[in-house]
């Protein structure tokens, strides 16, 4: 029976019209037929247009600076062949994803790789094609320079990682005596290495830190620059936030969740869950962040840059994958519990990687019911994977579906493009791994299809 509920918790992913285009076209149930199980949908338009919001924030402010796609955040062949048409680098962390974006019209030295303790198989690749290395560690700086001693072809190119000051218990980059050591290492080294400037990792989407700290690596260029090392660019990583719903529905679902409104009375904190409302995201959110005047500074980011001649390098993923693909699962039992069902899917949890953070994905996914006749109301429900794991849930909290689910009707969860289709997929049970469909042409009646041509 329908539960009529005042303020449940409800979190709208927001508006959408090339994903309300492919659900108006009916070919959802098609999909879910055909391959028998979940599928991934994309689509590479936001991709793109996601990417020139981001070259021209930095155009209008007057920032040398270029953009690397960060691959690890959706592995489709299909966002690294936008990158490349667009003139957008790619950012990858191993051989594999190295030789795939070559494969897929990258060129070299449009590559930055990063990614702690790099092995020699990277490295070699890396130097061979012109690719810039983000030297995470001084043995790692060792084991690039032996690589382009032996290579003899091009001297290796690289920026210095650097311990953000504020987040010392970092696994990534070096501490002051250590960059102290690596640059008198470079200026040694003479033409094996280009020391090209300086990079970070950092955690949190805060703009501040970030600004505070590139500042920092552009004080580093100008003092690397007397010992006569180029040192003319800095990377300051992702982390550009997304938005993924209002801030009412978010600041309410903040303020109000607890046990009562998940299965089993499950207990998250507001810590546990990605910020998924940010008052400014994607170009927006990098346009505040070259408006920020970093900490002891009088003049904002893009000035410092420019004033320096140091060129600003951007690795996001997830801000570049805003609204470009979704995850669709077919719902295959429904258990009434006590004012609420439990949904059974023909997934599992680990194609959402959320869970990865001890989390889950928190938009509300959408109820695409088959049959003509469902009954609207207000319809709480939790949605588990089919699996024997008690703790295989996509969505401990209650969703209020507004119509009754039922067996057949799929649930789409909607922007899922970053980071949760593959971090850590699995066939588990033998069930098959979601394919990647891409979706062109949204806005013609029946949007066309194919599979991404992602290397298996």
Not at 95 to 111: I, N, Q, T
Not at 231 to 259: E, M, V
Request: aromatic share 8%.
């Amino acid at each position: 029976m329908a539960v009529n509920l005042r303020n449940w918790p409800r979190l709208p992913a927001l508006p959408d019209a090339a994903t309300d285009a492919v659900v108006a076209s009916g070919l959802l149930p098609e999909l879910a037929y055909a391959f028998g199980g979940p599928f991934h949908f994309l689509l590479p338009d936001a991709f793109t247009a996601n990417l020139r919001a981001m070259q021209g924030t930095l155009a209008a402010a007057g920032v040398n600076g270029s953009v690397h796609y960060a691959k690890k955040a959706n592995k489709a062949a299909v966002f690294v062949e936008r990158a490349a048409a667009h003139g957008a680098g790619i950012d990858v962390a191993s051989a594999s994803e190295l030789r795939e974006a070559l494969g897929h019209g990258v060129r070299g030295e449009h590559l930055v790789v990063t990614g702690p303790a790099k092995d020699a198989a990277l490295l070699r690749l890396a130097v061979t094609h012109g690719a810039l290395i983000a030297v995470d560690a001084l043995d790692e700086l060792d084991a690039v320079l032996t690589s382009a001693l032996a290579g003899r072809s091009r001297p290796a190119r690289i920026l210095l990682r650097v311990l953000p000051p504020g987040q010392p218990l970092s696994r990534f980059g070096m501490t002051v005596t250590e960059l102290t050591t690596a640059v008198e290492r470079c200026a040694e080294a003479g033409d094996a290495l280009r020391m090209e400037g300086f990079s970070f990792h950092l955690s949190g989407h805060a703009l501040q830190p970030r600004a505070d700290l590139a500042a920092s690596l552009v004080e580093r260029c100008l003092k690397a620059r007397v010992m006569g090392l180029e040192a003319g660019r800095i990377s300051i990583g992702g982390g550009l936030p997304s938005n993924y719903t209002d801030a009412d529905s978010w600041h309410t679902f903040l303020a109000t969740q607890n046990p009562a409104h998940y299965h089993a009375g499950k207990v998250f904190t507001r810590e546990d869950f990605y910020p998924y409302h940010s008052p400014a995201s994607g170009a927006h959110a990098l346009a505040a962040l070259l408006e920020t005047v970093p900490r002891d500074g009088d003049a904002p980011l893009a000035q410092v840059l420019t004033d320096a001649g140091v060129e600003l390098l951007l690795e996001p993923g997830r801000a570049l994958l805003d609204r470009a693909g979704a995850t669709v699962f077919r719902i295959q039992g429904v258990k009434d519990r006590d004012g609420y069902q439990l949904l059974t899917v023909d997934g599992t949890s680990l194609s959402l990687s959320e869970q990865w953070f001890n989390s889950e994905y928190l938009p509300d996914p959408r109820l695409i019911p088959l049959q003509p006749d469902t009954p609207t109301g207000t319809f709480p429900a939790s949605v588990g994977a089919a699996t024997c794991l008690e703790s295989d849930m996509l969505t401990w909290r209650k969703i209020a579906f507004g119509q009754r689910p039922r067996p057949g009707d799929l649930l789409l969860y909607p922007n899922t493009a970053g980071y949760q289709m593959d971090s850590n997929e699995s066939p588990f049970h033998d069930l098959p791994l979601p394919p990647k469909v891409v979706v062109d042409h949204t806005d013609r009646p029946r949007p066309r299809w194919r599979l991404d041509r992602h290397f298996t």
